[in-house]
């Protein structure tokens, strides 16, 4: 992305406010318009079954901490060969790649494991999912590009049915370290969107299967130290586990956890912000929240109530506005 320094570049657009794109850019075509957002969901639904998966093991005895050292770092195995054909990123972009692995990997999980540790999960969560608003205000006002009104609207309606998906009233309390740890992991999900699209920028652009490669394997390293996994019993992992009422092997959730909630997941969500601006890509990031809910429903028996789905239309609406917003001359 690259910001203007021109003032009165933004100034001769004759059409209003509303109706301009979310970012002034280079503007994609329709079909990678379309592509982009299909990337994007994938991701968001790859991610949203992450929680559904982990759940299991967690109650199996495998430490929150060491279940995201797991998915981490078995992810960073299977994009092994990845790294490897894309050897030549380390030496063009090392920032990068060290920034996405620190920010976009080991800063959001670290974070929000440590919020959760002090607030309730239904607060952490709600603020994480900030990230989309602080995106734009960092477009806004540090790249000093326009935001549409319906980009501002839908990264609104989003938060707002977030609050209802994860029904916030039933726990809040205030631990200002708490929220601090909370907020940290939101401006690291800001700087996933923002490194994956520095990615394709420049003159030494980076294929994102590099930047997914790359950023889990320095994750692990970083997570490794932070969770001492050599402490884990991972004997679990050759037993059972619980899905709601359902004996399973411990592999097949785990194996999930890996490839599709974070290799899928990692893969299609930096491939999207190559065909979507960073902001359209994290307002729709938010569906994360409504996916994961609907798949406890399904598969963990935790049923919805009527505040979580209303809350999932407002968040679904919030997607759209800002997606639109973003390819309304297409």
């Known amino acids: 992305m690259h910001s203007s320094s021109d003032p009165s570049a933004m100034s001769l657009d004759p059409r209003p406010a509303p109706d301009r794109p979310l970012v002034e850019s280079p503007s994609p075509t329709h079909r990678t318009a379309k ?30 901490t060491h279940t995201v050292w797991l998915r981490v770092a078995g992810a960073a195995l299977v994009l092994l060969p990845i790294a490897w054909k894309h050897r030549d990123a380390v030496l063009r972009r090392p920032g990068l790649l060290i920034g996405f692995g620190l920010l976009a990997v080991a800063g959001v999980q670290a974070c929000y494991f440590a919020a959760i540790s002090r607030i309730p999960v239904a607060v952490a969560m709600l603020i994480e999912y900030l990230g989309p608003p602080l995106l734009l205000a960092y477009v806004r006002l540090v790249q000093r590009r326009p935001v549409s009104r319906r980009a501002m609207a839908g990264a609104g309606a989003a938060v707002a049915g977030l609050a209802c998906v994860v029904e916030v009233w039933h726990g809040l309390s205030f631990d200002p370290l708490g929220v601090l740890f909370a907020l940290g992991a939101a401006c690291c999900q800001v700087g996933y969107f923002v490194l994956a699209d520095a990615g394709r920028e420049g003159d030494r652009p980076v294929d994102p299967l590099a930047v997914s490669a790359y950023g889990l394997l320095i994750g692990a390293i970083l997570l490794t130290a932070f969770t001492r996994p050599w402490d884990a019993d991972w004997s679990l992992l050759t037993h059972s ?77 919030g997607a759209f506005a800002a997606q639109s917003a973003s390819s309304a001359k297409h």
């Open 241 to 317: 586990v619980t899905m709601n009422g359902h004996q399973l092997p411990a592999l097949l959730p785990a194996l999930w956890m890996i490839l599709v909630a974070t290799v899928v997941a990692y893969l299609t969500g930096v491939a999207s912000v190559q065909y979507l601006s960073p902001p359209v890509a994290g307002v729709i990031a938010n569906l994360e929240a409504v996916v994961a809910t609907v798949l406890a429903w399904i598969l963990l028996g935790e049923h919805l109530g009527t505040p979580q789905l209303a809350g999932g239309a407002l968040v679904l609406a």
């Open 35 to 64: 592509l982009g957002l299909v990337l994007a969901l994938v991701s968001a639904v790859a991610f949203g079954g992450s929680g559904t998966a982990a759940k299991p093991l967690i109650e199996a005895g495998l430490s929150p």
